[in-house]
């Protein structure tokens, strides 16, 4: 322990591994015990690094994985970089890096506007061309691909990730109160809902993929939120708080699970179509 720092590609968690010898007192034995997972930690860097190979001169530079058991909280897997082979930054833990989570936030929105019962998964939402008038000008969202397609269920609008749909709903629900839901499920904003406005439905804000993966962790336990893990045991039972509706998290989940949903954009034979029950 009396090295303090790592090349960014020695050892399987280098960044972990960093962060918990600054915090943590070195014991009288001499080791720092984590609750990561071996198999599951080299598991997952060499994924990412085939994926990153993959997408070679399509502009990805880097990339990170953090694995949450939803149970306990506990972090099983921290990948803060590819390493130095693929990485122009691979000091940065992109684990705890803030960055913009785009789409990320939708199942949020959605959540709170059933539980607010201002939709159901069956509603319709208008996939239109839409200019919302906002203190700074004309907000003009965009779908990913550019196209519209009209009259669309909540289920469709969250399945396929439209973005215009995702606006409307956040017009219906505002930027404060759905900034206020972010933070109760531990998603920690650097301003107020309202300074982001519209496009906080689109991911404009800045967070980290570690509060970003528990706060979907909270829709995995039926919006019940607790703190994530650092990287340490979890010694007792964690303490959870209801932060977002327990029959709307059910129903988003559903809606994250259902193939047919998300083929408009993601076609029924794409990596999301898993053989088990996976909501994405």
Do not use: C
Request: proline share 5%; glycine share 8%.
């Amino acid at each position: 322990l009396s090295r303090r720092d790592w090349p960014a590609s020695e050892g399987i968690a280098p960044h972990l591994a960093r962060r918990l010898v600054r915090q943590q007192p070195a014991p009288p034995q001499g080791e720092i015990r984590t609750s990561l997972r071996a198999a599951l930690q080299r598991f997952a860097l060499s994924t990412l690094q085939r994926h990153l190979r993959e997408l070679n001169g399509r502009n990805v530079e880097d990339g990170a994985v953090v694995v949450l058991d939803n149970a306990s909280g506990e972090v099983l897997a921290w990948v803060g970089s590819s390493g130095d082979a693929l990485s122009r930054a691979s000091e940065v833990d992109g684990v705890l890096a803030q960055r913009q989570p785009g789409s990320t936030l939708k199942p949020f929105l959605y959540a709170q506007a059933i539980a607010q019962k201002r939709l159901t998964a069956a509603s319709l939402l208008d996939d239109s061309s839409a200019q919302i008038s906002t203190a700074g000008g004309l907000y003009i969202p965009q779908n990913y691909d550019r196209h519209f397609k009209g009259q669309v269920s909540v289920r469709s609008a969250l399945g396929a990730s439209l973005n215009v749909p995702a606006v409307r709903t956040l017009v219906m629900v505002g930027p404060e109160a759905f900034a206020r839901q972010l933070r109760a499920s531990g998603i920690e904003l650097r301003e107020n809902g309202d300074y982001y406005g519209y496009s906080l439905a689109l991911g404009s804000s800045e967070v980290s993929l570690l509060q970003l993966a528990n706060a979907y962790r909270t829709l995995a336990n039926g919006g019940r939120f607790s703190e994530p893990g650092q990287g340490l045991p979890v010694a007792a039972a964690p303490v959870f708080r209801q932060a977002i509706d327990a029959g709307a998290s059910f129903i988003v989940g559903d809606i994250l699970h259902d193939a047919n949903a998300r083929a408009p954009t993601f076609g029924l034979d794409s990596v999301l179509a898993t053989r088990f029950w996976t909501a994405v």
